[in-house]
DNA sequence: GCGGAACTTGAGGGCTACCTCAAGTAGTAC
DNA sequence: GTACTACTTGAGGTAGCCCTCAAGTTCCGC
Protein backbone atom coordinates (compact mmCIF):
# COMPACT_ATOMS: atom_id res chain seq x y z
CA UNK A 1 0.00 0.00 0.00
CA UNK A 2 2.33 2.68 -1.11
CA UNK A 3 1.73 6.48 -0.31
CA UNK A 4 4.79 8.31 -2.34
CA UNK A 5 3.52 9.33 -5.60
CA UNK A 6 3.85 6.41 -8.04
CA UNK A 7 5.87 5.40 -10.23
CA UNK A 8 4.17 5.72 -14.03
CA UNK A 9 3.93 1.58 -14.89
CA UNK A 10 2.94 1.36 -11.14
CA UNK A 11 -0.02 3.72 -11.65
CA UNK A 12 -1.19 2.17 -14.28
CA UNK A 13 -1.23 -1.59 -13.03
CA UNK A 14 -3.34 -0.06 -10.06
CA UNK A 15 -5.81 2.42 -12.56
CA UNK A 16 -6.12 -1.33 -14.13
CA UNK A 17 -6.72 -3.52 -11.24
CA UNK A 18 -9.21 -1.04 -10.40
CA UNK A 19 -11.01 -1.30 -13.49
CA UNK A 20 -11.09 -5.22 -13.59
CA UNK A 21 -12.29 -5.27 -10.14
CA UNK A 22 -15.05 -3.19 -10.57
CA UNK A 23 -15.89 -4.98 -13.89
CA UNK A 24 -15.46 -8.90 -11.90
CA UNK A 25 -17.59 -7.63 -8.57
CA UNK A 26 -20.06 -6.28 -10.83
CA UNK A 27 -20.44 -9.80 -12.01
CA UNK A 28 -19.82 -11.90 -9.38
CA UNK A 29 -20.01 -9.53 -5.91
CA UNK A 30 -17.69 -8.63 -3.40
CA UNK A 31 -16.46 -12.38 -2.99
CA UNK A 32 -15.03 -12.67 -6.48
CA UNK A 33 -11.75 -14.41 -6.65
CA UNK A 34 -8.99 -12.05 -6.72
CA UNK A 35 -6.82 -14.62 -8.59
CA UNK A 36 -9.58 -13.25 -11.50
CA UNK A 37 -9.09 -9.72 -11.09
CA UNK A 38 -5.63 -10.02 -11.63
CA UNK A 39 -5.52 -11.77 -14.33
CA UNK A 40 -8.26 -9.69 -16.28
CA UNK A 41 -5.92 -6.80 -15.07
CA UNK A 42 -3.05 -8.19 -16.92
CA UNK A 43 -0.91 -8.97 -14.26
CA UNK A 44 -0.14 -11.39 -10.88
CA UNK A 45 -1.68 -11.67 -8.01
CA UNK A 46 1.83 -10.23 -6.27
CA UNK A 47 0.79 -7.02 -7.66
CA UNK A 48 -2.92 -7.07 -6.48
CA UNK A 49 -1.62 -7.45 -2.86
CA UNK A 50 1.30 -5.18 -3.30
CA UNK A 51 -1.29 -2.49 -4.11
CA UNK A 52 -4.13 -3.53 -1.75
CA UNK A 53 -2.99 -5.58 0.70
CA UNK A 54 -6.08 -7.21 1.17
CA UNK A 55 -9.77 -7.96 -0.52
CA UNK A 56 -11.34 -5.49 1.80
CA UNK A 57 -8.81 -2.52 0.77
CA UNK A 58 -9.42 -3.80 -2.93
CA UNK A 59 -13.23 -3.69 -2.66
CA UNK A 60 -13.39 -0.14 -0.45
CA UNK A 61 -11.32 1.57 -3.84
CA UNK A 62 -13.19 -0.10 -6.39
CA UNK A 63 -16.45 0.38 -5.00
CA UNK A 64 -16.23 3.54 -3.11
CA UNK A 65 -16.54 5.77 -6.26
CA UNK A 66 -19.71 4.08 -7.10
CA UNK A 67 -21.70 4.57 -3.35
CA UNK A 68 -20.75 8.62 -3.77
CA UNK A 69 -22.13 8.47 -7.57
CA UNK A 70 -25.48 6.89 -5.27
CA UNK A 71 -25.36 9.74 -2.60
CA UNK A 72 -25.91 12.48 -5.29
CA UNK A 73 -28.97 10.54 -6.81
CA UNK A 74 -29.84 10.51 -3.24
CA UNK A 75 -29.41 14.22 -2.58
CA UNK A 76 -31.26 14.83 -5.96
CA UNK A 77 -34.00 13.07 -5.22
CA UNK A 78 -34.78 15.16 -1.97
CA UNK A 79 -34.93 18.23 -4.50
CA UNK A 80 -37.85 16.75 -6.31
CA UNK A 81 -41.41 18.94 -5.79
CA UNK A 82 -43.69 15.40 -5.47
CA UNK A 83 -42.10 13.48 -2.39
CA UNK A 84 -43.72 10.16 -3.83
CA UNK A 85 -42.55 10.69 -6.73
CA UNK A 86 -39.23 11.84 -5.79
CA UNK A 87 -39.23 8.59 -3.71
CA UNK A 88 -40.41 5.93 -6.32
CA UNK A 89 -38.08 7.76 -9.21
CA UNK A 90 -35.11 6.80 -6.75
CA UNK A 91 -35.90 3.84 -5.58
CA UNK A 92 -36.42 2.62 -9.47
CA UNK A 93 -32.94 4.09 -10.10
CA UNK A 94 -31.53 2.36 -6.99
CA UNK A 95 -33.23 -1.31 -8.18
CA UNK A 96 -31.48 -0.65 -11.92
CA UNK A 97 -28.12 0.22 -10.58
CA UNK A 98 -28.22 -2.77 -8.43
CA UNK A 99 -29.50 -5.11 -11.22
CA UNK A 100 -26.26 -4.01 -13.09
CA UNK A 101 -23.66 -4.22 -10.65
CA UNK A 102 -23.50 -7.19 -8.02
CA UNK A 103 -21.06 -5.51 -5.85
CA UNK A 104 -23.33 -2.32 -5.92
CA UNK A 105 -26.01 -4.75 -4.72
CA UNK A 106 -24.10 -6.20 -1.87
CA UNK A 107 -22.06 -3.12 -0.68
CA UNK A 108 -25.77 -2.11 0.49
CA UNK A 109 -26.22 -4.71 2.82
CA UNK A 110 -23.12 -5.65 3.93
CA UNK A 111 -20.79 -3.20 5.95
CA UNK A 112 -16.95 -2.48 5.09
CA UNK A 113 -15.04 -1.41 8.14
CA UNK A 114 -16.15 2.60 9.44
CA UNK A 115 -12.82 4.49 8.59
CA UNK A 116 -13.43 3.42 4.95
CA UNK A 117 -13.97 5.42 2.01
CA UNK A 118 -17.38 3.22 1.39
CA UNK A 119 -18.84 3.58 4.81
CA UNK A 120 -18.63 7.26 4.96
CA UNK A 121 -20.29 7.58 1.86
CA UNK A 122 -22.96 5.36 2.89
CA UNK A 123 -23.34 7.26 6.24
CA UNK A 124 -24.04 10.60 4.28
CA UNK A 125 -26.24 8.51 1.72
CA UNK A 126 -27.88 6.75 4.19
CA UNK A 127 -29.25 10.43 6.01
CA UNK A 128 -30.86 11.72 2.82
CA UNK A 129 -32.48 8.99 2.00
CA UNK A 130 -34.07 8.97 5.53
CA UNK A 131 -34.81 12.32 4.76
CA UNK A 132 -36.26 10.83 1.67
CA UNK A 133 -38.67 8.29 3.72
CA UNK A 134 -39.16 10.30 6.06
CA UNK A 135 -40.78 13.48 3.62
CA UNK A 136 -43.47 10.81 1.78
CA UNK A 137 -44.34 9.76 5.14
CA UNK A 138 -45.10 13.00 6.13
CA UNK A 139 -46.77 13.67 2.85
CA UNK A 140 -49.02 11.13 3.47
CA UNK A 141 -47.81 9.25 0.38
CA UNK A 142 -45.36 6.18 1.94
CA UNK A 143 -47.52 3.84 4.44
CA UNK A 144 -45.92 5.00 8.18
CA UNK A 145 -45.20 2.04 9.48
CA UNK A 146 -42.00 1.09 7.36
CA UNK A 147 -38.36 2.74 8.13
CA UNK A 148 -35.83 3.68 5.66
CA UNK A 149 -34.11 0.00 6.05
CA UNK A 150 -37.58 -1.77 5.94
CA UNK A 151 -38.12 -0.16 2.26
CA UNK A 152 -34.63 -0.79 1.41
CA UNK A 153 -34.48 -4.51 2.18
CA UNK A 154 -37.67 -4.66 0.19
CA UNK A 155 -35.88 -3.21 -2.83
CA UNK A 156 -33.02 -5.12 -2.79
CA UNK A 157 -35.16 -8.49 -2.48
CA UNK A 158 -37.05 -7.64 -5.61
CA UNK A 159 -33.51 -7.28 -7.24
CA UNK A 160 -32.34 -10.35 -5.59
CA UNK A 161 -35.66 -12.52 -6.56
CA UNK A 162 -35.17 -11.54 -10.20
CA UNK A 163 -31.83 -11.96 -10.76
CA UNK A 164 -32.47 -16.05 -12.10
CA UNK A 165 -34.65 -14.93 -14.61
CA UNK A 166 -32.61 -11.82 -15.58
CA UNK A 167 -30.78 -13.36 -18.70
CA UNK A 168 -34.46 -14.22 -20.04
CA UNK A 169 -37.04 -11.40 -18.22
CA UNK A 170 -34.60 -8.85 -17.75
CA UNK A 171 -37.13 -6.37 -16.62
CA UNK A 172 -39.05 -8.49 -14.37
CA UNK A 173 -37.64 -6.60 -11.49
CA UNK A 174 -39.99 -3.94 -12.45
CA UNK A 175 -42.40 -6.02 -11.90
CA UNK A 176 -41.77 -6.85 -8.67
CA UNK A 177 -41.23 -3.10 -7.36
CA UNK A 178 -44.26 -2.45 -9.64
CA UNK A 179 -45.70 -4.85 -6.62
CA UNK A 180 -43.79 -3.12 -3.75
CA UNK A 181 -44.55 0.10 -4.56
CA UNK A 182 -48.68 -0.67 -4.32
CA UNK A 183 -47.42 -2.30 -1.33
CA UNK A 184 -45.74 0.90 0.10
CA UNK A 185 -48.44 3.42 -0.67
CA UNK A 186 -49.94 4.78 2.78
CA UNK A 187 -53.90 4.41 1.22
CA UNK A 188 -53.50 0.64 0.76
CA UNK A 189 -52.00 -0.12 3.96
CA UNK A 190 -53.23 -2.89 6.49
CA UNK A 191 -50.68 -3.02 9.34
CA UNK A 192 -47.74 -4.51 9.57
CA UNK A 193 -47.19 -7.34 12.08
CA UNK A 194 -43.82 -6.49 14.79
CA UNK A 195 -41.94 -2.97 14.52
CA UNK A 196 -39.71 -1.50 11.65
CA UNK A 197 -36.39 -2.52 11.34
CA UNK A 198 -33.81 0.18 13.37
CA UNK A 199 -30.45 1.24 11.53
CA UNK A 200 -28.33 -0.76 14.52
CA UNK A 201 -30.13 -3.74 13.84
CA UNK A 202 -29.49 -3.83 10.33
CA UNK A 203 -26.28 -2.75 11.00
CA UNK A 204 -25.32 -4.99 13.42
CA UNK A 205 -26.67 -7.73 11.25
CA UNK A 206 -24.34 -6.74 8.45
CA UNK A 207 -20.91 -6.41 8.73
CA UNK A 208 -18.10 -7.98 6.10
CA UNK A 209 -16.06 -10.46 6.48
CA UNK B 1 -26.02 -46.52 -4.62
CA UNK B 2 -26.92 -50.06 -3.30
CA UNK B 3 -30.43 -51.40 -4.03
CA UNK B 4 -30.09 -54.71 -2.44
CA UNK B 5 -31.84 -54.57 1.20
CA UNK B 6 -29.48 -52.62 3.39
CA UNK B 7 -26.88 -54.42 6.29
CA UNK B 8 -27.89 -52.88 9.21
CA UNK B 9 -24.48 -50.62 9.52
CA UNK B 10 -25.14 -49.53 6.31
CA UNK B 11 -28.69 -48.36 7.28
CA UNK B 12 -27.90 -46.93 10.21
CA UNK B 13 -25.16 -44.71 8.66
CA UNK B 14 -27.26 -43.85 5.42
CA UNK B 15 -29.71 -42.56 8.08
CA UNK B 16 -27.61 -40.65 9.74
CA UNK B 17 -26.10 -39.00 6.55
CA UNK B 18 -29.97 -37.66 5.35
CA UNK B 19 -30.09 -36.25 9.05
CA UNK B 20 -26.83 -34.48 8.89
CA UNK B 21 -26.99 -33.73 5.13
CA UNK B 22 -30.65 -32.01 6.10
CA UNK B 23 -29.25 -30.30 9.30
CA UNK B 24 -26.11 -28.61 6.94
CA UNK B 25 -28.66 -27.73 3.74
CA UNK B 26 -30.54 -26.22 6.24
CA UNK B 27 -28.39 -23.85 7.82
CA UNK B 28 -25.76 -23.49 4.80
CA UNK B 29 -27.83 -24.26 1.72
CA UNK B 30 -27.41 -26.87 -1.28
CA UNK B 31 -24.02 -26.00 -1.98
CA UNK B 32 -22.62 -26.99 1.18
CA UNK B 33 -19.69 -29.30 2.30
CA UNK B 34 -20.09 -32.25 1.04
CA UNK B 35 -17.29 -33.42 3.82
CA UNK B 36 -19.34 -31.38 6.55
CA UNK B 37 -21.70 -33.68 6.23
CA UNK B 38 -19.84 -36.98 6.13
CA UNK B 39 -18.36 -35.45 9.45
CA UNK B 40 -21.08 -34.34 11.04
CA UNK B 41 -23.21 -38.21 10.11
CA UNK B 42 -20.11 -39.35 11.71
CA UNK B 43 -18.31 -40.66 8.61
CA UNK B 44 -16.10 -40.76 6.58
CA UNK B 45 -16.82 -39.10 2.60
CA UNK B 46 -16.38 -42.36 0.98
CA UNK B 47 -19.11 -43.67 2.73
CA UNK B 48 -21.09 -40.97 1.78
CA UNK B 49 -20.24 -41.27 -1.99
CA UNK B 50 -20.69 -45.22 -1.85
CA UNK B 51 -24.26 -44.43 -0.79
CA UNK B 52 -25.36 -41.14 -2.69
CA UNK B 53 -22.58 -41.24 -5.75
CA UNK B 54 -23.12 -37.37 -6.25
CA UNK B 55 -23.98 -34.13 -4.21
CA UNK B 56 -27.17 -33.95 -6.68
CA UNK B 57 -28.17 -37.88 -5.27
CA UNK B 58 -27.55 -36.86 -1.77
CA UNK B 59 -29.84 -33.57 -2.25
CA UNK B 60 -32.91 -35.51 -3.71
CA UNK B 61 -32.99 -38.25 -1.19
CA UNK B 62 -32.52 -35.35 1.62
CA UNK B 63 -35.24 -32.90 0.60
CA UNK B 64 -38.10 -35.12 -1.06
CA UNK B 65 -39.86 -35.88 1.57
CA UNK B 66 -39.76 -31.96 2.69
CA UNK B 67 -40.95 -31.05 -0.88
CA UNK B 68 -43.72 -33.64 -0.63
CA UNK B 69 -44.50 -32.32 2.95
CA UNK B 70 -45.24 -29.09 1.21
CA UNK B 71 -47.53 -30.23 -1.55
CA UNK B 72 -50.03 -31.70 0.95
CA UNK B 73 -50.08 -28.35 2.13
CA UNK B 74 -51.04 -26.58 -0.80
CA UNK B 75 -53.63 -29.40 -1.38
CA UNK B 76 -54.98 -28.56 2.12
CA UNK B 77 -54.84 -24.55 0.84
CA UNK B 78 -57.09 -25.88 -1.69
CA UNK B 79 -59.75 -26.68 0.49
CA UNK B 80 -59.89 -23.55 2.29
CA UNK B 81 -63.28 -22.28 1.81
CA UNK B 82 -62.09 -17.77 1.20
CA UNK B 83 -59.46 -17.79 -1.76
CA UNK B 84 -57.88 -14.93 -0.19
CA UNK B 85 -57.27 -16.38 3.22
CA UNK B 86 -56.26 -19.71 2.13
CA UNK B 87 -53.83 -17.97 -0.23
CA UNK B 88 -52.28 -16.19 2.14
CA UNK B 89 -52.03 -18.84 5.04
CA UNK B 90 -50.47 -20.90 2.54
CA UNK B 91 -47.52 -17.73 1.57
CA UNK B 92 -47.26 -17.30 5.23
CA UNK B 93 -46.27 -20.94 5.79
CA UNK B 94 -44.48 -21.21 2.58
CA UNK B 95 -41.76 -18.11 4.08
CA UNK B 96 -41.65 -19.53 7.62
CA UNK B 97 -40.55 -22.87 6.14
CA UNK B 98 -38.27 -21.32 4.17
CA UNK B 99 -37.06 -19.04 7.26
CA UNK B 100 -36.24 -22.15 9.13
CA UNK B 101 -34.27 -24.17 5.74
CA UNK B 102 -31.99 -22.82 3.27
CA UNK B 103 -32.32 -25.81 1.89
CA UNK B 104 -35.36 -25.71 1.33
CA UNK B 105 -35.48 -22.32 0.18
CA UNK B 106 -32.75 -23.05 -2.53
CA UNK B 107 -35.02 -25.74 -3.64
CA UNK B 108 -38.07 -23.49 -4.67
CA UNK B 109 -36.06 -21.76 -6.93
CA UNK B 110 -33.77 -24.27 -8.33
CA UNK B 111 -34.23 -27.24 -10.53
CA UNK B 112 -33.04 -30.62 -9.81
CA UNK B 113 -33.12 -33.14 -12.77
CA UNK B 114 -36.54 -34.20 -14.14
CA UNK B 115 -36.66 -37.59 -13.11
CA UNK B 116 -35.77 -36.68 -9.33
CA UNK B 117 -37.79 -37.17 -6.82
CA UNK B 118 -37.60 -33.41 -5.66
CA UNK B 119 -38.82 -32.75 -9.16
CA UNK B 120 -41.29 -34.98 -9.35
CA UNK B 121 -43.00 -33.75 -6.35
CA UNK B 122 -42.55 -30.20 -6.98
CA UNK B 123 -44.48 -30.81 -10.21
CA UNK B 124 -47.48 -32.16 -8.40
CA UNK B 125 -47.18 -28.94 -6.07
CA UNK B 126 -47.05 -26.70 -8.92
CA UNK B 127 -49.81 -27.70 -10.27
CA UNK B 128 -51.99 -27.05 -6.89
CA UNK B 129 -49.95 -24.03 -6.41
CA UNK B 130 -51.15 -22.42 -9.82
CA UNK B 131 -54.78 -23.85 -8.89
CA UNK B 132 -54.53 -21.46 -5.78
CA UNK B 133 -53.35 -18.62 -7.18
CA UNK B 134 -56.43 -18.37 -10.07
CA UNK B 135 -58.45 -19.34 -7.57
CA UNK B 136 -57.87 -16.04 -5.80
CA UNK B 137 -57.86 -14.34 -8.62
CA UNK B 138 -60.93 -15.36 -9.68
CA UNK B 139 -62.07 -14.70 -6.48
CA UNK B 140 -61.49 -10.87 -7.21
CA UNK B 141 -59.20 -10.84 -4.55
CA UNK B 142 -55.54 -11.27 -5.92
CA UNK B 143 -54.36 -8.77 -8.71
CA UNK B 144 -55.07 -10.44 -12.51
CA UNK B 145 -51.65 -9.26 -13.60
CA UNK B 146 -49.52 -11.49 -11.35
CA UNK B 147 -48.07 -14.83 -12.64
CA UNK B 148 -47.66 -17.93 -10.17
CA UNK B 149 -44.01 -17.62 -10.76
CA UNK B 150 -43.53 -13.72 -9.90
CA UNK B 151 -46.02 -14.50 -6.69
CA UNK B 152 -43.57 -17.42 -5.90
CA UNK B 153 -40.59 -15.41 -6.26
CA UNK B 154 -41.94 -12.21 -4.42
CA UNK B 155 -42.15 -14.60 -1.09
CA UNK B 156 -39.13 -15.64 -1.37
CA UNK B 157 -37.54 -12.39 -1.70
CA UNK B 158 -39.15 -11.41 1.52
CA UNK B 159 -37.25 -14.42 2.84
CA UNK B 160 -33.66 -13.86 1.35
CA UNK B 161 -33.58 -9.74 2.34
CA UNK B 162 -34.57 -10.48 5.66
CA UNK B 163 -31.86 -13.36 6.21
CA UNK B 164 -29.13 -10.90 6.97
CA UNK B 165 -31.36 -9.36 10.09
CA UNK B 166 -32.57 -12.96 10.99
CA UNK B 167 -30.56 -12.90 14.36
CA UNK B 168 -31.56 -9.75 15.79
CA UNK B 169 -35.09 -9.42 14.26
CA UNK B 170 -36.57 -13.11 14.14
CA UNK B 171 -39.86 -12.09 12.37
CA UNK B 172 -38.80 -8.93 10.00
CA UNK B 173 -40.04 -11.24 7.08
CA UNK B 174 -43.80 -11.20 8.75
CA UNK B 175 -43.43 -7.31 7.74
CA UNK B 176 -41.67 -7.58 4.20
CA UNK B 177 -44.48 -10.53 3.27
CA UNK B 178 -46.99 -7.82 4.68
CA UNK B 179 -46.18 -4.99 2.64
CA UNK B 180 -46.22 -7.96 -0.53
CA UNK B 181 -49.81 -8.94 0.62
CA UNK B 182 -50.81 -5.30 0.29
CA UNK B 183 -49.09 -5.17 -2.87
CA UNK B 184 -51.01 -7.95 -4.52
CA UNK B 185 -54.49 -7.38 -3.48
CA UNK B 186 -56.97 -6.28 -6.51
CA UNK B 187 -58.52 -3.66 -5.03
CA UNK B 188 -56.25 -0.40 -6.13
CA UNK B 189 -53.78 -1.85 -8.18
CA UNK B 190 -51.66 -0.09 -10.14
CA UNK B 191 -50.68 -1.49 -13.30
CA UNK B 192 -47.25 -3.19 -13.56
CA UNK B 193 -44.51 -2.72 -16.30
CA UNK B 194 -43.89 -5.86 -18.50
CA UNK B 195 -45.15 -9.28 -18.75
CA UNK B 196 -46.04 -11.82 -16.11
CA UNK B 197 -43.25 -14.34 -15.28
CA UNK B 198 -44.31 -17.43 -17.45
CA UNK B 199 -43.45 -20.82 -16.27
CA UNK B 200 -40.74 -22.07 -18.93
CA UNK B 201 -38.84 -18.88 -18.43
CA UNK B 202 -38.36 -19.33 -14.61
CA UNK B 203 -37.42 -23.27 -15.38
CA UNK B 204 -35.28 -22.15 -17.47
CA UNK B 205 -33.38 -19.71 -15.42
CA UNK B 206 -33.03 -21.97 -12.29
CA UNK B 207 -31.43 -25.21 -13.06
CA UNK B 208 -29.43 -26.94 -10.80
CA UNK B 209 -25.57 -27.16 -11.09
C1' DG C 1 -18.17 -69.93 13.96
C1' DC C 2 -16.79 -69.41 9.27
C1' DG C 3 -16.63 -67.69 4.47
C1' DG C 4 -17.66 -64.25 1.40
C1' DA C 5 -20.04 -60.23 0.22
C1' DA C 6 -21.21 -55.64 1.70
C1' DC C 7 -19.53 -51.90 3.64
C1' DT C 8 -16.06 -48.48 5.37
C1' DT C 9 -11.85 -46.43 5.58
C1' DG C 10 -7.56 -43.82 4.66
C1' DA C 11 -4.87 -42.13 1.51
C1' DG C 12 -4.41 -39.35 -2.25
C1' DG C 13 -4.84 -36.89 -6.98
C1' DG C 14 -6.68 -32.75 -8.84
C1' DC C 15 -8.50 -28.36 -8.48
C1' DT C 16 -9.02 -23.47 -6.84
C1' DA C 17 -8.39 -20.07 -3.80
C1' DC C 18 -5.84 -17.17 -0.36
C1' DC C 19 -1.75 -14.71 0.76
C1' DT C 20 3.66 -14.22 1.20
C1' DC C 21 8.27 -13.21 -0.16
C1' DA C 22 13.01 -13.47 -2.16
C1' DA C 23 14.84 -12.34 -6.32
C1' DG C 24 14.71 -10.18 -10.64
C1' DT C 25 13.17 -6.11 -13.72
C1' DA C 26 12.61 -1.67 -15.25
C1' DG C 27 11.31 3.43 -14.37
C1' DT C 28 13.43 7.62 -12.85
C1' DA C 29 16.44 11.03 -10.85
C1' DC C 30 20.74 12.69 -11.32
C1' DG D 1 24.18 6.50 -18.92
C1' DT D 2 24.26 4.90 -14.45
C1' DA D 3 22.63 3.61 -10.06
C1' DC D 4 18.95 3.38 -6.99
C1' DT D 5 14.83 1.47 -5.55
C1' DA D 6 9.92 0.97 -6.42
C1' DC D 7 7.71 -2.34 -8.48
C1' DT D 8 6.60 -6.95 -10.38
C1' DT D 9 7.08 -11.61 -10.75
C1' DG D 10 7.15 -16.64 -10.03
C1' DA D 11 7.19 -19.95 -7.05
C1' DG D 12 5.27 -21.93 -3.09
C1' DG D 13 3.09 -22.89 1.52
C1' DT D 14 -1.62 -23.60 3.42
C1' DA D 15 -6.16 -24.90 3.17
C1' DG D 16 -10.56 -26.34 1.58
C1' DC D 17 -13.27 -28.86 -1.57
C1' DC D 18 -14.47 -32.65 -4.89
C1' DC D 19 -14.40 -37.37 -5.90
C1' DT D 20 -11.94 -42.22 -6.39
C1' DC D 21 -10.27 -46.64 -5.10
C1' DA D 22 -7.48 -50.49 -3.14
C1' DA D 23 -7.24 -52.58 1.09
C1' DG D 24 -9.09 -53.57 5.37
C1' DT D 25 -13.11 -54.49 8.42
C1' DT D 26 -17.64 -55.94 9.77
C1' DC D 27 -21.91 -58.07 9.29
C1' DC D 28 -24.92 -62.10 8.06
C1' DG D 29 -26.45 -66.52 6.09
C1' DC D 30 -25.41 -70.96 6.43
Redesign the interface.
Known sequence: MPSTPLRADARRNRARLLDAAREVFAEAGLDASLEEIARRAGVRVGTLYHHFGNRTALVDAAIAPRVEAWVERVEEALAHPDPWEGLVEHLTLLAEWQTADRGFTEVC?RTLPADSATERAKARGHACYAELIARAQAAGAL?PD?SPA?VG??V???V???E??????P??W???L???????RA????????G??DPA??R???TFP
Chains 1, 2 share one sequence.
Not at 164 to 169: F, H, W
Not at 178 to 184: E, F, R, S, T
Not at 187 to 194: H, I, S, W
Open positions: VRVDLLWAARATGVRALADARRHGVLLDGLDRATPLPGALTVAAM
